[in-house]
């Protein structure tokens, strides 16, 4: 068995539903103190983080991850017990092992190669969370918050999300889009549905702009975002009665939106939309996070470089899917790419990755690093 596969399991066997850590930061500092890693543990609130790093001078390269996963849900769903890490047909089952324990196995084993080989031509950090599947609130946020207090500048990213779709390595991501989060509340005059002059309807009233807003061309995306998506999340409205004009219409709804447009500029038009129905409304906002890109410079060069080589693959750029911690870290300028196993399985029951890509993604870890580091 590899040492990334060892390390896999000895991490999933860590029961470390969010916000829990449950002893996985304590495995991963074991593991590189005894390659030179000093360390911070960083406790917010509830929530362990991790920052470690090897001194010295020049750039700084950080693996970035999460050891917290989401629940389980029923224990007897699982074909194979979500904590017990089992091989299986050459997958390794559990829940994290795509999302994202596998990631950070093969970070520390790729990492203890390098330098077990020779000296580097700058530093290497790791960025470890227990609070990424949660809230998000007190892991890397407030981390990148500590070490730009201390005037920490990292200059390279990887964070271990599983990027690839079809094989490892197909997918990396390059950046994310924007998420943007609006609570509405459309008020009118609750009454009697025989009665509709007594009454204001609020579903009637937003009926409009509701067509308005789903019609709407936010924008036309760019070379690496698609165009801004609107979508509503959840609309409700009245008492549960036939007979009930509702009173209030809630409606809840999300932009998932590009670097073409910003988090206000979505606000105003939105008010827009709304003022021109004449509605009685109040609305609240919620910015997960704001949009992010790394474009074609030497980070993205390297990965693709490390990939084609150890996998033979031609990697795609992409920023689709949901937000990552790398919201975070990209704002201090920071080039931040996502990579990591296939993610077919993610949070699902039977959570499983590829043994055999776990060995294949520690060696394009070691190469990235050789590469932007110049390792001997």
């Known amino acids: 068995m590899s040492k990334t596969i060892d390390l896999a399991q000895q991490l999933i066997r860590c029961e470390s539903v969010t916000p829990n850590d449950a002893g996985c930061q304590k495995i991963i500092t074991d593991r590189l103190g005894n390659v030179g890693f000093q360390h911070e543990n960083l406790r917010f609130e509830d929530v362990d983080n991790l920052w470690s790093v090897t001194q010295g001078e020049g750039p700084l390269f950080v693996f970035a991850g999460h050891t917290d996963v989401v629940p389980t849900g029923p224990l007897e769903n699982w074909t194979h017990p979500p904590f017990a890490a089992t091989i299986h047909e050459d997958y390794l089952f559990g829940r994290g092992a795509a999302d994202m324990k596998s990631s950070i196995a093969a970070m520390v084993v790729a990492v203890e190669r390098v330098l077990d080989t020779g000296d580097i031509n700058g530093r290497i950090g790791f960025l470890i969370t227990s609070d990424e599947e949660g809230p998000a609130v007190n892991g890397t946020v407030k981390v990148v918050e500590h070490l730009q207090s201390n005037k920490v500048k990292m200059d390279w990213c990887v964070v271990g999300e599983p990027t690839s779709t079809d094989h490892l390595g197909d997918i990396i991501k390059n950046g994310r889009r924007g998420s943007l989060n609006g609570d509405l509340v459309v008020k009118g005059k609750q009454g009697h549905v025989a009665y509709p002059h007594l009454g204001i309807n609020p579903v009637h009233e937003f009926s409009a702009a509701l067509s308005t807003l789903t019609q709407e061309r936010w924008d036309n995306g760019n070379e690496f975002f698609p165009a801004t998506t609107f979508q509503i999340s959840n609309l409700n409205a009245g008492t549960g009665a036939d007979n009930v004009i509702p009173g209030d219409l809630s409606v809840r709804f999300n932009f998932r939106f590009s670097t073409e447009v910003t988090a206000e500029e979505l606000k105003d038009r939105v008010k827009k939309i709304l003022d021109a129905s004449d509605l009685n409304y109040e609305i609240n906002w919620r910015l997960s996070g704001n ?86």
């Open 291 to 376: 949009p992010f890109i790394t474009g074609r410079g030497e980070l993205v060069q390297a990965t693709v470089a490390a990939i084609k080589k150890v996998c033979n693959t031609d990697a795609e750029l992409s920023t689709s899917g949901g937000t990552s911690d790398g919201r975070f870290i990209a704002p201090t300028g920071a080039q931040v790419l996502e990579l990591g196993p296939c993610n077919a399985t993610i949070h699902q029951v039977d959570e499983c990755v590829s043994v055999s890509d776990l060995d294949k993604l520690t060696d394009v870890y070691e190469e990235l690093l050789r590469q932007l580091l110049q390792t001997s």
